[in-house]
């Protein structure tokens, strides 16, 4: 079965600094993998998507992130952030193929100071 | 297209009432899924419809636990005598299925208080 790592439960940057939030999976083959926000009391929006071909994938709000299957990693980033960026992140994977259910972390909690 | 709704929005009950949920997907979005959020965790998986079939339901998914889609459209998730660790948000999600590229689009949630 796989799984999804999100090692760190809360980031805090200053409004304009660039941002990284990790992502790692577990899974034998390819996955398609997915970061999601969701604010406080609502629920989830999808940032973006990878399910193969470019590596480096572009997504709303001026998101990226970046599959590298050799650290099967997924870290979302973004060049500067903005205060309304504050929420919660989730990374989640799919196994290609099945029944597609994903698998989420627990995601890490945004701060953005001014 | 107005996304995928869910009513209602916040829910307090005490324990042993029973509670409905209702979630209705994007239309012409086949696929429907349950899931429920505790405070700090990301969505754990409950069950998921393909039109009107149950497909799948997790372990999460306790014989207290019912859902529904009866035509293939809206689905109701029930819970009988509720407890308090029932208490979390509960999310559906809809998604075309097949299209090679399965992607959730997510309700806002219902919060469900036990007292």
């Known amino acids: 079965a796989q799984s999804v790592t999100q090692p760190d439960i809360h980031i805090t940057v200053s409004e304009g600094a660039s941002l990284e939030l990790r992502c790692n999976y577990s899974?034998?083959?390819?996955?398609?993998l997915f970061w999601y926000v969701q604010s406080p009391g609502q629920g989830l929006q999808l940032l973006l998507k990878?399910?193969?071909?470019?590596?480096l994938v572009q997504g709303i709000k001026g998101f990226e992130a970046e599959f590298k299957r050799s650290q099967s990693s997924f870290n979302l980033r973004k060049p500067s952030v903005h205060w309304s960026d504050a929420a919660e992140y989730f990374c989640?994977?799919?196994?290609?193929?099945?029944?597609?259910?994903?698998?989420f972390g627990r995601g890490t909690s945004l701060i953005v100071h001014p | 297209d107005t996304g995928v709704s869910q009513d209602p929005r916040h829910k307090i009950t005490k324990r042993g009432q029973n509670v409905t949920f209702r979630c209705d997907p994007i239309?012409?979005?086949?696929?429907l899924y349950w899931y429920r959020q505790t405070l700090g965790q990301g969505p754990e998986f409950l069950t998921y419809?393909?039109?009107?079939?149950?497909?799948?339901k997790s372990r999460l998914l306790s014989d207290r636990f019912s859902a529904e889609r009866p035509k293939g459209s809206f689905s109701t998730l029930e819970i009988q005598r509720t407890e308090q660790g029932d208490s979390a948000m509960y999310l559906c999600?809809?998604?075309?299925?097949?299209?090679?590229?399965?992607?959730?689009?997510f309700g806002p949630g219902t919060r469900l208080l036990v007292l």
């Open positions: 990878y399910f193969s071909g470019d590596t």
């Open positions: 239309s012409e979005h086949n696929r």
């Open positions: 989640a994977v799919v196994a290609s193929g099945g029944s597609y259910i994903p698998t």
């Open positions: 999600a809809s998604s075309p299925f097949p299209t090679g590229e399965e992607t959730q689009y």
């Open positions: 899974y034998g083959a390819t996955p398609y």
């Open positions: 419809f393909q039109n009107e079939a149950q497909l799948e």
